[in-house]
Structure formats: structure tokens, C-alpha cells
């Protein structure tokens, strides 16, 4: 079945760059999600791209796609203490267009 | 607010209780969707409905019983659960064949005593 990978924990300083890496096995996929999720709350659409873009860029996020290599990242620029939060990946599967989640990847930006 | 409303925000109960979770969207979306998060398993879909017809459900014991009325509100119906279903609750609205994702509510802190 489809499956969704990312690294679980990313550590950050205030002002760096970070960047959440993810895989994705559905090479049918037309639509790749980026989520975030502060704590105590729901999940919150940060932004997606259509699986035919190299790259999309909103503001402060890059978010960058390789669909030979199945493999999608999210670049937030100039990191702050807000951003502090899990990040999901999501791939919108080609058979009944439901979205895939990855367990999420949680990013602490220290000052 | 996110356009997806759940209530109640947190929920406490026993395990002979019966209790029920509501998610409402006003949003014109045609699908629903309920997950479990939790610290075993992050984001683990439940059910979904699309027009209101029941379309998936992953392998969910009985003691939760989803009700879909119509395409605006969805409910998470609870008996006899057991302290490991304790976690988050979210519940999800979509077009089904727009772009734009999942709108995510806020989701219900359940706690099983």
C-alpha cells in the first residue's frame, strides 16, 4: 500500500534554515500536502504542490519535489521560536484521492 | 477557527459511559473524515464518508460507531471503551475532488478513566 516516511524529530536554531525531508511510494500521486500542527490543535494546510512542479515558494517556504525519486521537502527560511511545531506530509493517493499522512516530524527551534 | 467545529474540545469518561463526539463543517465540502491521534500511532484514519455513504473503515473495534446525517455534520458515537483509546480526536472535512486538502478541526481530547 502507499506509505508516507519522515524523520521524526528536527532541532533548529532561532534564524536557520530548516528543512523537513519526506518520501512517498505512490508514483501516482497528483497533489503533495505540507501540515502543521501546534500543540494541542488540529492540523493546519501550510501549503501543497501539484505532483507536475519542480517547486513552489510561499513567503518564508520552499517547498521542493523530485518526483523521479519520490522525495518532497519543506524549507522554512529564518526560522523562529513560532514555528516550533509537528510537521505532516501528505500525498494525495491516484486510486480514491484520499490523503496519506507521515507520522509527522516535530521541529524545536531553540533561541 | 478553521471552518471545521468540534465539540467538545476535551472529554472525560468512564468506561461504561456512552458518549458522543460532533463535527460540523459549513465549508460545502462532500467528505468526512474521522482520525485517532496518538503517541503509538500519530494520525490513524478511522472512517470516511463521502456524501454521507460510509466509504472506509479501517479496522475499527464496535465500541465506535460513526454517524454521518448529512454531508454537514458528522458524529463519533463511544461505549465501552478501554483507557488505551484515550488520544486526540480529529475530525476532517474535503471536496473530494478539489486541490485544497483537508480542513482540519481542532479535534476532541478524549481521556478513557
Known amino acids: 500500500g502507499e506509505d508516507v516516511e519522515q524523520s521524526l524529530f528536527l532541532s533548529v536554531r532561532e534564524g536557520d534554515s530548516s528543512v523537513i525531508n519526506c518520501t512517498y511510494t505512490?508514483?501516482?500521486?497528483?497533489?503533495l500536502y505540507w501540515y502543521k500542527q501546534e500543540p494541542g490543535a488540529g492540523l493546519q494546510l501550510l501549503t501543497y504542490?501539484?505532483?507536475?512542479?519542480d517547486m513552489k515558494q510561499d513567503q518564508r517556504l520552499t517547498v521542493l519535489l523530485n518526483k523521479k525519486d519520490k522525495h518532497l521537502s519543506l524549507r522554512i527560511a529564518d526560522t523562529q521560536t513560532g514555528d516550533s511545531a509537528i510537521y505532516f506530509c501528505?500525498?494525495?493517493?491516484?486510486?480514491?484521492?484520499?490523503?496519506?499522512f507521515g507520522k509527522g516530524t516535530k521541529l524545536s527551534v531553540k533561541p | 477557527e478553521t471552518g471545521v467545529t468540534q465539540t467538545p474540545r476535551h472529554l472525560v469518561m468512564g468506561m461504561t459511559n456512552k458518549k458522543s463526539l460532533k463535527c460540523e463543517q459549513h465549508?460545502?465540502?462532500?467528505?468526512m473524515y474521522w482520525y485517532k491521534q496518538s503517541a503509538k500511532k500519530p494520525l490513524e484514519l478511522m472512517f470516511v464518508?463521502?456524501?454521507?455513504?460510509?466509504?472506509e473503515n479501517n479496522s475499527v473495534p464496535s465500541r465506535f460507531s460513526p454517524e454521518c446525517p448529512n454531508s454537514s455534520h458528522l458524529f463519533l458515537h463511544l461505549h465501552t471503551l478501554q483507557p488505551e483509546d484515550s488520544a486526540l480526536y480529529l475530525c476532517?472535512?474535503?471536496?473530494?475532488?478539489?486541490?485544497?486538502?483537508?480542513?482540519f478541526g481542532s479535534g476532541t481530547r478524549l481521556t478513557v478513566v
Open positions: 476532517a472535512s474535503s471536496q473530494k475532488t478539489g486541490v485544497d486538502g483537508y480542513t
Open positions: 505512490d508514483s501516482s500521486s497528483t497533489y
Open positions: 504542490i501539484f505532483s507536475n512542479m
Open positions: 501528505a500525498e494525495r493517493e491516484g486510486s480514491q484521492g484520499n490523503l496519506i
Open positions: 465549508l460545502g465540502h462532500n467528505a
Open positions: 464518508y463521502n456524501f454521507k455513504e460510509q466509504t
